[in-house]
C-alpha cells in the first residue's frame, strides 16, 4: 500500500523559541500573583515551589526572575511546578521543557521523568477531545522544530515517561518520529484513557491493539463502551507491520464510522499472524455473534497479505485455500461483504479472488498499488456491502462466489 500524507496541521505561532540560548530565559517572568499556598501531592521533590507562586513587587525583570539555563533539571522542574499552579502550559514552561528535552545530558534523571510525566498529566486534563489534545502535543513538537529539532530517539523517552503504566507500549512505536506518529499515538492513548480509564489496558488486551494513532479515538472510545453488546458489528483487521506508516492514514475509517456508526459496531483488532487472526475472529464472534463485514488492512501483492514483518506471518494463497477462507465463511453473516485495503491484490487472479471462492463472500480489492479512499459502505440488514473507491481510481475487483471477477 502506498503512504499518503495524514500530518496534522502543526500549530505554529508563538514559535520564536531559542531553546539551545542561555539568553533566552533572562528577563522572563516565572510566576506573579499565583496562590500562596501548594498541596504537598501536587509538588515535585526538591524544588520550592512556594518561592515560584510568591508575586514580584513590580512587573520590572528581576534577576530572581532569570531561569539557570546551565541546569536543565531544575529549569524543567520549575517549569513543571509553574503548570501545576497555573493549570496550564504556557509559552515559557513549553520552551524551557524544550531546552532540556535538546539535551543529551540529564534526561534520563528520576527529577525530569517526573517533570515530563506531570506535564502530560497537565495536557489531559486541558484536551477536551482527541483533537485538542493532538494539537497541544504537536504544538509541543512544532516548537522543538523550531529550535532545531530533538536528538534522534527522544520521543520514545518521551512517550515512555508519558505513559506511566503503560511506558512498555513506546517499545512498539518505535524510536523514529519523523512522520509524527510517536506523537499522535501518545495523543490518542492519552486522550482514551482520560475518557475511560481502562480503556487502553482492555483494547491491548482483548483486540491486540498497540497502535492506537492509527485509529479515531471515538471509534476506539466506541469500541470500549459497547464491549459487551451483541448488536450488528463488523471486524476491521490491521496488520501489525506497516514500514511507511501508511495505516496512520485514517480519514476513510473515520468517515465510514460517521456513516454507520450508529447502526454497527466495528471492532479493529491488529495483527501479526495468521495464528493471531484466527484466534481473536473466533473469540469475538463467539462473543458477539457473527459479522457483518470484514476489512482486511495490510502491504500486499497479488500473492499475499503480510501481517507482520518475517516471512512466515503472510496470508498467501495457500493459506486463504485452507482454512482462513473457511474461518471468514464461519464467523460472519450470510451476504457480508469483505473488503482489502491492500496493493494489487484485486488483480485477476489475485488473493481476493481465492477469499471470495473460499469464503463465499462479495470480496472487493484494488487492482494497483494504492489505499482506499472511501469504503461506500452501504447498510443491507444486517451485513454491510462495500463499493469502495481507491486513491488513483483504479477499477475495482469485486469476486462472486465462484472466485471470478464480475467487476
Known amino acids: 500500500m502506498k503512504k499518503h500524507h495524514y ?35 501536587t509538588s515535585v521533590e526538591d524544588v520550592d515551589a512556594q518561592k515560584l507562586s510568591q508575586p514580584q513587587e513590580s512587573d520590572k525583570p528581576q534577576e530572581s526572575d532569570r531561569l539557570p539555563a ?8 520549575q517549569a513543571i511546578n509553574r503548570i501545576l499552579i497555573q493549570g496550564t502550559p504556557d509559552d515559557l514552561t513549553e520552551s524551557i521543557l524544550v531546552h532540556t ?25 486541558n484536551a ?22 530533538l536528538p534522534d530517539g527522544r520521543w520514545h523517552e518521551v512517550a515512555q515517561a508519558a505513559l506511566g ?69 463488523g471486524l476491521t483487521i490491521f496488520a501489525k507491520a506497516d514500514h511507511n506508516d501508511a495505516f496512520y492514514y485514517s480519514e476513510p475509517l473515520a ?8 447502526a454497527f459496531t466495528t471492532r479493529i483488532i491488529e495483527c501479526d499472524s495468521v495464528t493471531e487472526v484466527r484466534r481473536l475472529m473466533a473469540r469475538l464472534a463467539a462473543k458477539h455473534g ?17 501481517l507482520g514483518d518475517d516471512q512466515d506471518q503472510v496470508l498467501t494463497k495457500e493459506v486463504i485455500n485452507e482454512r482462513f477462507g473457511f474461518l471468514i465463511h464461519e464467523c460472519t453473516e450470510e451476504g457480508a461483504g469483505i473488503c482489502l485495503n491492500s496493493c494489487s491484490t484485486g488483480q485477476q487472479g489475485a488473493v481476493s479472488e481465492h477469499i471470495a ?45 465462484n472466485g471470478s471477477a464480475i467487476l
Open 7 to 41: 500530518f496534522f496541521p502543526l500549530y505554529m505561532e508563538a514559535l520564536s523559541c531559542r531553546g539551545d540560548n542561555p539568553s533566552f530565559y533572562e528577563g522572563s517572568s516565572i510566576v506573579k500573583n499565583e496562590q500562596q499556598e501548594i498541596e504537598h501531592s
Open 101 to 125: 528535552l535538546r539535551q543529551k545530558a540529564d534526561f534520563g534523571t528520576q527529577k525530569v521523568q517526573k517533570g515530563i510525566h506531570h506535564y502530560f498529566e497537565v495536557l489531559e486534563q
Open 70 to 77: 546551565q541546569d536543565t533539571v531544575e529549569t524543567s522542574i
Open 255 to 262: 468517515q465510514m464510522h460517521s456513516e454507520v456508526g450508529d
Open 165 to 233: 503504566e503503560q511506558a512498555d507500549l513506546a517499545d512498539e512505536w518505535g524510536v523514529d518520529n519523523a512522520a509524527g506518529t510517536i506523537e499522535r499515538n501518545l495523543a490518542t492513548t492519552l486522550y482514551l484513557e482520560k475518557a475511560a480509564p481502562g480503556a487502553v489496558h482492555y483494547l491491548r488486551e482483548e483486540y491486540g491493539i498497540q497502535h492506537f494513532g492509527r485509529y479515531p479515538a471515538q471509534m476506539l472510545l466506541d469500541m470500549f463502551h459497547r464491549r459487551e453488546e451483541t448488536g450488528p458489528w
Open 290 to 306: 457473527k459479522a457483518g463485514f470484514v476489512i482486511i488492512n495490510a502491504h500486499g501483492n497479488p500473492e499475499g497479505m503480510r
Open 357 to 401: 471462492a473460499s469464503s463465499g463472500k462479495q470480496t472487493s480489492a484494488p487492482t494497483t498499488d494504492t489505499a482506499v479512499q472511501d469504503y461506500g459502505a452501504e447498510i443491507r440488514g444486517n451485513t454491510i456491502h462495500f463499493n469502495p473507491k481507491y486513491h488513483d481510481g483504479s477499477t475495482r475487483t469485486v469476486a462472486a462466489d
Open 128 to 149: 477536551e477531545d482527541p483533537e485538542s489534545f493532538v494539537s497541544l502535543i504537536t504544538r509541543l513538537s512544532a516548537r522543538a522544530d523550531a529550535a532545531g529539532g
